[in-house]
Nanobody, 128 residues
Framework: QVQLVESGGGLVQAGASLRLSCAAS????????MAWFRQAPGKEREFVAA??????????ADSVKGRFTISIDNGVNTVTTYLQMDSLKPEDTAVYYC???????????????????WGQGTQVIVSS
């Protein structure tokens, strides 16, 4: 079992920045590839960015390239992924979810099915 705790969402104006955090804990094997997805009102959940357990590779959606940066920190008991979001736009408004892939040998994926555990989501609202 892996517990994911997200934080950092909020209400900001267009052009501002936010940093989301997601702390994963609960298993002794702590090499997780991690990802962020988001779901806007009335839309399906979509991939945002992913990172390998050692931070060696990242992948992101075209819509956020150059504005969002994913990173990972392997602590003693917790693995934390961050999503630095700059130059936010109203279309970035969504609930953001982090997710964990328990198989670090997997290539990075934008598919929800590869991720086993999910956070509860954190709301990001960008006003124009």
């Amino acid at each position: 079992q892996v517990q994911l705790v997200e934080s950092g969402g909020g209400l900001v104006q267009a052009g501002a920045s936010l940093r989301l955090s997601c702390a994963a804990s609960g298993r002794t094997a702590r090499r997780y590839n991690m990802a962020w997805f988001r779901q806007a009102p009335g839309k399906e959940r979509e991939f945002v960015a992913a990172i390998t357990w050692n931070g060696g590779k990242t992948n992101s959606a075209d819509s956020v390239k150059g504005r969002f940066t994913i990173s990972i920190d392997n602590g003693v008991n917790t693995v934390t992924t961050y999503l630095q979001m700059d130059s936010l736009k109203p279309e970035d408004t969504a609930v953001y979810y982090c997710a964990v892939d328990l198989a670090p040998w997997n290539p990075l994926s934008s598919l929800e099915g590869q991720y086993t555990y999910w956070g509860q989501g954190t709301q990001v609202i960008v006003s124009s």
